[in-house]
């Protein structure tokens, strides 16, 4: 090492590269001492992917299991507005779930008329008399209501005493109290799709079409899927973080699952009109779909929807798959 002085009074510092004499194996772990190998050779390390030995495939149906026994009275609800800002839209559906009840008992408010909308929600709140409310990104339609519970001066004694629960604050604990993270949460239709394997059935824009025309059909549709993604998100993080799991409640049937629901005169049959999945008796007739309330055929064994596989997309975290064969890569 050589000093150097110059006029501005400051020392500049000309290293020399020293050799080393170190070896590392494949994996980067030092083995024995060898002369005339520099840093920058020896900060190269072969690393080989072995190739995998399970199939990251994951068992599941198109619709979440839940017939649960709750100790409280939790009721999902999701409101649909004409935009974001409170003071300019205008409220148009909101539908309700109360999750101790099966999927199809969903209710929906929906109409042009916002005041009498509204009323009609205070009064099914007020006589269901909710212990908590669970949404995704509940802070959006808590104002929804409440604003316009406070506009049209609709009472709702109990709105204080509701705890309000936010399946978004509890998919995001992982990145804002385990690990720092630049990744956001994710949508409602993200984790619906991961946990699932189901989207929605429409989009906003379509919705928003069939607003422009005066028909609020596809915008029912979607918020009764929405009100069955959060409920069923809900119940899943309940299920396993419960001292006590939920009685009942199971959200990848597998194949001796459904064959006992077949025996016991069970099937599922998807809705041809909106792809929701439904749980019918195999000898009824003249169901209605839970999610669009149109007509399903008969089940036979042609339409019987079975179990089927589910690819994990492991690209979405950031994890690698190897291929067929072992891959060596040089990381530095």
Same mark, same amino acid.
């Given at each position: 090492?050589?000093?150097?002085?110059?006029?501005?009074?400051?020392?500049?510092?000309?290293?020399?590269?020293?050799?080393?004499?170190?070896? #590392?194996?494949?994996?980067?772990?030092?083995?024995s001492?060898?002369?005339?190998?520099s840093?920058?050779?020896?900060s190269?390390?072969?690393? %080989?992917?072995?190739?995998?030995? %399970?199939? *990251?495939?994951?068992?599941?149906?198109?619709?979440?299991?839940?017939?649960?026994?709750?100790?409280?009275?939790?009721?999902?609800?999701?409101?649909?507005?004409?935009?974001?800002?409170?003071?300019? *839209?205008?409220?148009?559906?909101?539908?309700?779930? $109360?999750?101790?009840k099966p999927?199809?008992?969903?209710? @929906?408010?929906?109409g042009?008329?916002?005041?009498?909308?509204?009323?009609?929600?205070?009064? #099914?709140l007020?006589?269901?008399?909710?212990?908590?409310?669970?949404? *995704?990104?509940?802070?959006?339609?808590?104002?929804?209501?409440?604003?316009?519970?406070?506009? #049209?001066?609709? !009472?709702?004694p109990?709105?204080?005493?509701?705890?309000?629960?936010?399946?978004?604050d509890?998919?995001?604990?992982?990145?804002?109290?385990?690990?720092?993270?630049?990744?956001?949460?994710?949508?409602?239709?993200?984790?619906?799709?991961?946990?699932?394997?189901? &989207?929605?059935?429409?989009?906003?824009?379509?919705?928003?079409?069939?607003?422009?025309?005066?028909?609020?059909t596809?915008?029912?549709?979607?918020?009764?899927?929405?009100?069955?993604?959060?409920?069923?998100i *809900?119940?899943?993080?309940?299920?396993?973080?419960?001292?006590?799991?939920?009685?009942? =409640?199971?959200? &990848?049937?597998?194949?001796?699952?459904?064959?006992?629901?077949?025996?016991?005169g069970? +099937?599922?049959v998807?809705?041809?009109a909106?792809?929701?999945?439904? $749980? =019918?008796? +195999?000898?009824?007739?003249?169901?209605?779909?839970?999610? +669009?309330?149109?007509?399903? !055929?008969?089940?036979?064994?042609?339409?019987?929807?079975?179990e089927?596989?589910r690819? %994990?997309?492991?690209?979405?975290?950031?994890?690698?798959?190897?291929?067929?064969?072992? @891959?060596?890569t040089k990381t @530095?």
């Open positions: 090492m050589t000093e150097v002085a110059n006029i501005n009074n400051t020392l500049n510092l000309e290293l020399e590269e020293e050799k080393a004499n170190i070896e #590392y194996d494949v994996y980067g772990n030092r083995i001492s060898v002369s005339g190998v840093p920058v050779e020896l190269i390390a072969q690393t %080989v992917i072995p190739t995998p030995t %399970v199939s *990251y495939v994951s068992p599941t149906i198109t619709k979440v299991k839940v017939q649960p026994s709750l100790d409280t009275k939790i009721i999902c609800y999701d409101t649909e507005t004409t935009g974001t800002d409170p003071w300019d *839209y205008r409220l148009l559906v909101c539908s309700f779930w $109360d999750l101790s999927i199809s008992e969903i209710i @929906t408010f929906e042009w008329d916002e005041e009498k909308l509204v009323n009609e929600i205070a009064a #099914y007020n006589e269901e008399k909710p212990d908590a409310l669970v949404q *995704y990104n509940n802070g959006f339609d808590e104002r929804a209501l409440l604003t316009r519970f406070m506009l #049209y001066q609709v !009472p709702v109990g709105w204080n005493g509701i705890d309000q629960i936010d399946v978004m509890i998919l995001k604990k992982g990145t804002t109290k385990s690990i720092a993270s630049s990744q956001g949460t994710g949508t409602e239709e993200q984790w619906l799709t991961y946990f699932f394997n189901e &989207k929605k059935p429409f989009t906003i824009e379509e919705c928003f079409k069939g607003i422009r025309n005066g028909d609020l596809r915008l029912i549709i979607r918020n009764r899927t929405c009100v069955e993604s959060e409920g069923s *809900y119940l899943l993080f309940r299920f396993v973080t419960d001292a006590e799991p939920l009685v009942g =409640v199971e959200t &990848k049937p597998t194949a001796v699952h459904i064959t006992r629901e077949a025996e016991a069970i +099937c599922l998807k809705c041809p909106c792809n929701a999945i439904n $749980d =019918v008796s +195999c000898t009824s007739h003249n169901n209605t779909c839970w999610r +669009c309330l149109g007509n399903l !055929p008969d089940p036979t064994e042609a339409n019987r929807v079975k089927v596989l690819e %994990v997309d492991y690209s979405q975290v950031g994890i690698k798959v190897a291929a067929t064969k072992a @891959t060596t @530095t």
